[in-house]
């Protein structure tokens, strides 16, 4: 297919229907893909529309909210002019049609340049409010839903436990790589071991909070035979004492 396409592009006259009504474009008003160190070797040559994406703009109907900056990823060259684009299928949509969105003129007032900043730039404050605020707050309203009850210890201990663990474990791989790419971290294995180690303990210790209302349904009411007791009752029993025997936050941890 890609050898098809080049040949095409190479010598069209041989592929188009004969006395079409439209002549063929010269080469260099062609549109052509470019690569993200295409471009940067191409410097100081800038991107046009100030690195918005065209489509987006014209689509959008040139409203000041249709001002998407594009990305280095998705660069064609028409022209002699270099054009950057939101997605890949606003690329393609350049590539069909170009004279559509090519000469674009920006309104007076665009967009500021937002600049990522990294998190560990940020002051104790800020880092605390960008980096720690959500998961807290996920974590709180977790602890709240469950409202958890370790065997042996009181609620307030049980609550601060879960929260420690939950906000331990909350990061599984794909959101330790993207804390990584985001913010410039160097995310170990062992972290991500670590994390899901914790993870773990999180389930095991919402399966021991389980253990009080399971036994205070199970054994309400008169005696029961062991005959007609749950086949996991007594399992879970012996689970429950044995974790009194444990000192203080050891059984969790």
Same mark, same amino acid.
């Given at each position: ?10 010598? #069209? ?22 690569? /993200? ?10 991107? /046009? ?61 665009? #967009? ?35 409202? #958890? ?78 005959? /007609? ?25």
């Amino acid at each position: 297919m890609v050898f098809l396409h080049q040949q095409f592009l190479t010598t #069209p006259d041989q592929f188009v229907t004969p006395q079409c009504p439209h002549p063929l474009p010269q080469s260099h008003l062609l549109p052509r893909k470019l690569t /993200e160190s295409q471009v940067k070797n191409r410097f100081p040559q800038q991107v /046009e529309m100030k690195g918005f994406c065209s489509v987006t703009y014209v689509d959008g109907k040139q409203r000041y909210e249709a001002l998407v900056r594009g990305k280095m990823e998705f660069a064609v060259e028409y022209r002699e002019q270099i054009y950057i684009f939101e997605t890949k299928r606003k690329q393609d949509k350049f590539l069909r049609t170009p004279e559509t969105y090519w000469n674009q003129k920006l309104p007076s007032k665009v #967009p500021p340049l937002c600049e990522p900043v990294p998190l560990t730039s940020l002051p104790t404050l800020g880092y605390l409010e960008q980096g720690v605020a959500v998961s807290v707050i996920k974590a709180m309203t977790a602890v709240g839903c469950l409202k #958890p009850k370790y065997p042996f210890l009181s609620i307030q201990r049980s609550s601060l436990l879960y929260v420690a663990l939950y906000l331990k474990g909350r990061q599984d791989t794909k959101e330790l790589l993207e804390l990584k790419k985001d913010n410039g971290l160097l995310i170990t294995r062992a972290q991500i071991t670590a994390a899901r180690s914790t993870k773990k303990k999180l389930a095991l210790y919402e399966e021991n909070c389980a253990l009080i209302p399971y036994l205070t349904s199970t054994m309400r009411g008169n005696y029961q035979p062991p005959s /007609e007791r749950p086949l996991d009752f007594e399992f879970k029993l012996n689970r429950f004492l044995a974790l009194g025997h444990l000192p203080g936050a050891n059984s969790v941890l």
